[in-house]
């Protein structure tokens, strides 16, 4: 299954870099300067929206568990073992015909710096609180699901597409400060 994730604000995925007294966190990018999200990130989104789709009875347990993997508990609520879900995610890059159109020089403008400032209860700017982040521009990005079972790369069911689009339907932000603002997506199914 492939999708696309279409930005409708500026984001940040992090990379857990600083730039010095430039930035206090930078903006995860390839070898190229070109932002990027990880496959897990994705997984993790999704993952995390199936979880929610469970608790309103919205999706099947036993193939999101499937997909996903699961944690086997003792009584104690001990994780005794896990089970490896069947999905693998790669990661969201921009897609290969706009990479070729960005030289690496201008990568840079795809990015911009945000600064924000506790406020205490009198209405001041708290001492030292002053933290600037790297955000990324609204962009789209495209990424794969791909289905193992067995060893051996394999379709997904008619369940399963089902499972896996109301999920990426259900993520409307990623990444930092995605109740600040930041980070308003819509993933889309894109035709193989």
Same mark, same amino acid.
């Given at each position: 299954? /492939?999708?696309?994730?279409?930005?409708?604000?500026?984001?940040?995925?992090?990379?857990?870099?600083?730039?010095?007294?430039?930035?206090?966190?930078?903006? =995860?990018?390839?070898?190229r300067?070109?932002?990027?999200?990880?496959?897990k990130?994705?997984?993790?989104? =999704?993952?995390? +929206?199936?979880?929610?789709?469970?608790e309103?009875?919205?999706?099947?347990?036993?193939? +999101?568990?499937?997909?996903f993997?699961?944690?086997?508990?003792?009584?104690?609520?001990?994780?005794v /073992?896990?089970?490896?879900?069947?999905?693998?995610?790669?990661?969201a890059? =921009?897609?290969?015909?706009?990479?070729?159109?960005?030289?690496?020089?201008? +990568?840079?403008?795809?990015?911009?710096?945000?600064?924000?400032?506790?406020?205490?209860?009198?209405?001041?700017?708290?001492?030292n609180?002053?933290?600037?982040?790297?955000?990324?521009?609204?962009i789209?990005?495209?990424?794969?699901?791909?289905?193992?079972?067995?060893?051996?790369?394999?379709?997904?069911?008619?369940?399963?597409?089902?499972?896996?689009?109301?999920?990426?339907?259900?993520?409307?932000?990623?990444?930092?400060? /995605?109740? /600040?603002?930041?980070?308003?997506?819509?993933?889309?199914?894109?035709?193989?």
């Amino acid at each position: 299954m /492939r999708y696309k994730i279409e930005f409708l604000s500026d984001w940040h995925v992090g990379s857990g870099l600083t730039a010095g007294a430039e930035t206090d966190a930078e903006v =995860l990018k390839d070898r190229r300067n070109l932002p990027y999200i990880p496959g897990k990130t994705i997984k993790g989104l =999704l993952r995390d +929206a199936v979880r929610e789709m469970q608790e309103v009875n919205q999706i099947d347990r036993d193939i +999101a568990d499937e997909l996903f993997g699961h944690e086997v508990k003792d009584d104690q609520d001990r994780v005794v /073992r896990t089970h490896k879900g069947s999905l693998f995610f790669s990661n969201a890059n =921009l897609p290969k015909d706009e990479q070729k159109e960005i030289p690496s020089e201008l +990568a840079d403008f795809l990015y911009r710096n945000i600064s924000s400032t506790k406020i205490t209860n009198k209405g001041v700017a708290k001492a030292n609180s002053l933290r600037t982040m790297e955000v990324c521009m609204p962009i789209t990005l495209v990424g794969e699901i791909n289905c193992y079972k067995e060893g051996k790369e394999k379709e997904l069911t008619q369940k399963e597409k089902e499972l896996l689009q109301k999920a990426l339907k259900w993520v409307r932000r990623l990444g930092v400060n /995605r109740n /600040r603002g930041l980070g308003r997506c819509q993933f889309v199914e894109l035709e193989k």
